[in-house]
């Protein structure tokens, strides 16, 4: 689950993660460890990776107040994206987050997590699912007008820097 906030997206934000985006990075996750997906969105990204055979805790529980499983593999609320990062630095626990392209460049990453991410960029743009008021609306149009990268803390990639292909 996602929330996009901008003067665009600041009625409707919410924009669940489809299985295509989770299976691009199957080979990134290691299937010997719990994945907490820390945020809920409609519940089906949860169902998506214990499809893809992960061990998964995908709960409606609050991200701030919890700490569950091994790493996280999730599409986090972007308009909580500052407090989320510093909680993920409390926590200091692998992780692998869908984020906006545009949050590399912002100061509370550098600061945060300076030489400590590598990122995975996705061969195209992820078409992700958007909810109006918890429901896809009737004229939905399956797109993005933003690019995101997989950002990744402690998953030992081979890379810093990996393009899916």
């Given at each position: 689950?996602a929330?996009?906030?901008?003067k665009?997206?600041?009625?409707?934000?919410?924009?669940?993660?489809?299985?295509?985006?989770?299976?691009n990075?199957?080979?990134?996750?290691?299937?010997?460890?719990?994945?907490?997906?820390?945020?809920y969105?409609?519940?089906?990204?949860?169902?998506?990776?214990?499809?893809?055979?992960f061990?998964v805790?995908?709960?409606?529980?609050?991200?701030?107040?919890?700490?569950?499983?091994d790493?996280?593999?999730?599409?986090?609320?972007?308009?909580?994206?500052?407090?989320?990062?510093?909680?993920l630095k409390?926590?200091?626990?692998?992780?692998?987050?869908?984020?906006?392209?545009?949050?590399?460049?912002?100061s509370?990453?550098?600061?945060?997590?300076?030489?400590?991410?590598q990122?995975?960029i996705?061969?195209k743009r992820?078409?992700?699912?958007?909810?109006?008021?918890?429901?896809?609306?009737?004229?939905?149009?399956?797109?993005?007008?933003?690019?995101?990268?997989y950002?990744?803390?402690?998953?030992?990639?081979?890379?810093?820097?990996?393009?899916?292909?």
């Amino acid at each position: 689950m996602a929330v996009f906030h901008t003067k665009t997206f600041t009625k409707h934000d919410s924009y669940m993660t489809p299985k295509y985006a989770w299976e691009n990075i199957e080979q990134f996750i290691p299937k010997d460890k719990v994945i907490w997906e820390a945020f809920y969105g409609d519940g089906n990204s949860g169902d998506y990776l214990r499809e893809l055979g992960f061990n998964v805790i995908h709960e409606e529980v609050d991200f701030f107040e919890n700490d569950l499983g091994d790493i996280i593999v999730s599409n986090s609320p972007y308009s909580q994206c500052k407090e989320i990062m510093a909680r993920l630095k409390e926590l200091d626990k692998p992780f692998i987050m869908i984020l906006p392209s545009s949050k590399i460049n912002t100061s509370y990453m550098r600061n945060t997590f300076k030489d400590k991410l590598q990122i995975i960029i996705p061969r195209k743009r992820i078409h992700f699912v958007k909810l109006i008021n918890g429901k896809i609306p009737d004229k939905y149009k399956s797109c993005a007008n933003f690019d995101t990268f997989y950002y990744c803390y402690k998953m030992n990639l081979p890379n810093d820097i990996t393009w899916l292909e």
